[in-house]
């Protein structure tokens, strides 16, 4: 689907989709996403300019007018979050398109982000996720996808991996038994090292031993009912089994393991600096946000337990 842009435009977007995909190597998801908030930005500038917005159009923007774009999305029932990410993504190509020196416009700095309200993760329980991997088995029509799908959500508990990063995984990757550690590429193509357990390596050789198909080293080490690299609709839609299964609330997701990798290791004396390390988090306040669960976990010890909080 083609811009509602000038052409000078439209080649700027194209060359700037191009730059995020090689240079920065983000995600077709994120790509797609980036699309979308660009092309609801264009088509609000079609109507509030009253024809298709060139560069020469971005570069005589006024504050005013982005926040009556903002205004717009806002009587659209368009959420705080997805205002705050479309005005990031506005915001990101406008940086571009200077330091390419195509546009200059200091007015989108004049705006202030959507407040958002600060969110904690939803952690589960130990002995819920530990009966999430037992159940991933039992649920499963065949022997061999449930010994899979037991493999991936061991891999995002025991190495507080990303769903994303277990499935991208090749079979020459694969854990091996006696390995402690082993490579993970994660967002923005960065790479690090994760410990093993012994359970997360046996979860591995479990799965391999069963699967009917040959798995080449360069091949997907998780693969679908037709031997192709496993999507993530599969392993969400094991969880929300394993949730009605177990009365689980809905925030118990495959990324929810991940988040109680993290939270049950600071529980157990983990430091903040090596969990974000294992996490792969950019920034120590995206991992400091796991200190918020753990307190949560101690006042609901401190109100069954302690005898001064008995009202």
Known sequence: ???????????????????????????????????RDLTQFLEFLCTHEGGLPGLK????????????????????????????R?????????????????V????????????????????????????????????????????????????????GLRLGEALALNRGEAPTPGQDAMNVTGKGNKQRYVPLLPAVVDAVRVYLEACPFRLPPEGPLFVGARGKRLGARRI?????????????????????????????LLAAGGDLRAIQELLGHASLSSTQRYTEVDAAGLLAVYDRAHPRAKR
């Open 86 to 102: 479309g005005l990031s993504v506005v915001r990101g190509f406008f940086r571009w398109l200077t330091r390419m020196g195509l």
């Open 1 to 35: 689907m083609g811009f509602p842009a000038q052409a000078d435009l439209r080649a700027a977007l194209a060359d700037w989709l191009m730059w995020l995909e090689h240079e920065r190597r983000v995600s077709p998801h994120t790509l797609a996403a980036y699309r």
């Open 57 to 84: 159009t971005l570069a005589d923007l006024r504050a005013a007018d982005f926040r009556a774009w903002l205004a717009r999305r806002a009587d659209q029932d368009i959420g705080r979050a997805s205002r705050a």
């Open 236 to 264: 969400q839609a094991r969880l929300a089994d394993i949730r009605a299964s177990l009365g689980l609330p809905a925030t118990a997701t495959p990324h929810a393991l991940r988040h109680s990798f993290a939270t049950h």
């Open 104 to 159: 200059e416009n200091p007015a989108l700095g004049m705006l202030r982000t959507p407040k958002l309200p600060r969110s904690v993760p939803k952690a589960m329980a130990a002995d819920e996720a530990q009966e999430t991997l037992s159940l991933a088995q039992d649920l499963a029509r065949d022997p061999w996808t449930g010994k899979r799908d037991s493999a991936v959500l061991t891999l995002l508990y025991g190495c």
